[in-house]
C-alpha cells in the first residue's frame, strides 16, 4: 500500500510503523496525538508515510509516541509529548517529526510507554520522557524533555523500554535494568524502584533485551 521492501517494524499501544527499504517511514492506526506523523491527527485504517523522513534505519513506538533513527544518527520523534517524551525541549504533542535535541551518534533506539531511549556509539545511553518511577536512570524521579545520560552505565550495547521501566545489555554480556519494578521486573530479587541501573541477578553472556 504505498511501500515495500520493509526492513524495521515498531509497534505502539494503538499504532504501528514501518521502515521501507528507501529510508522512507509509514504508520497507521491510532493519530489522536499525531503519532502516525503525516501532519493530522486523523486515524488511518491504510499505511501512510511520515513527512519529511529519509535516511531511516530503525524505528520504535511507545504508547502515543514514534521515534525513528537516520543514517546519520540522529534522532526523530513525533507524537505524544506530555512528558517530553519527543525529547526537543517542549511538552507540546507533534503531528510531524521533530529532531531530538542534542544527540549524534546514536545507533539504537527504544520506546517505552511515555518515555524514550538512544544508545550512542560510545555505549552510553540517553533517556528523556516521564520519569515517574526513575525509568531514566538519572538518579531521580524528575521527567525530562531533553535527553540525559543514564548514570553509572558504560559499555551498553543494547536497549529497551517497558510500562516504566528500561532495561540494557552491556558488552560483558551482563543485563542492567531501572525504574519501576512493583513486579520484579528490574530482576534483581527485589519490588523496590531504582533511579539509577541496577544488574539483572544471575545473567551472563546475554547480547540482546526486550
Known amino acids: ?20 527499504s528507501d529510508g522512507s517511514v509509514w504508520a497507521w492506526g491510532a493519530n489522536t496525538y499525531g503519532q502516525l506523523g503525516d501532519g493530522t491527527t486523523a486515524d488511518r485504517l491504510v499505511p501512510v508515510q511520515v513527512v519529511g523522513l529519509t535516511g531511516v534505519m530503525a524505528v520504535a513506538a ?38 531530538v535535541s542534542g544527540l549524534t551518534g546514536v545507533i539504537g533506539i527504544a520506546a517505552g510507554q511515555r518515555h524514550s531511549l538512544a544508545l550512542k556509539s560510545d555505549g552510553t545511553v540517553w533517556a ?8 531514566l536512570g538519572d538518579g531521580s524521579n524528575t521527567s525530562r524533555s531533553l535527553p540525559v545520560k543514564v548514570t553509572n552505565l558504560t559499555g551498553a550495547v543494547a536497549v529497551a523500554g517497558g510500562y516504566g521501566h528500561s532495561l540494557a545489555v552491556k558488552s560483558d554480556g551482563t543485563v542492567w535494568g531501572w525504574g519501576f519494578n512493583g513486579y520484579g521486573q528490574l530482576g534483581n530479587a527485589t519490588m523496590t524502584d531504582s533511579l539509577v541501573p541496577v544488574q539483572v541477578t544471575g545473567l551472563t553472556g546475554a547480547v540482546a533485551v526486550a
Open 62 to 99: 511507545g504508547a502515543s509516541h514514534s521515534l525513528a533513527l537516520k543514517s546519520d544518527g540522529t534522532v526523530w520523534a513525533w507524537g505524544a509529548n506530555w512528558y517530553g517524551q519527543l525529547g526537543n525541549g517542549t511538552t507540546t504533542d507533534q503531528s510531524a517529526p521533530v529532531q
Open 128 to 135: 528523556w520522557g516521564s520519569n515517574q518511577f526513575g525509568q
Open 1 to 20: 500500500l504505498g511501500f515495500e521492501g520493509v526492513t524495521a517494524i515498531a509497534g505502539g499501544w494503538s499504532h504501528s510503523l514501518a521502515v521501507s
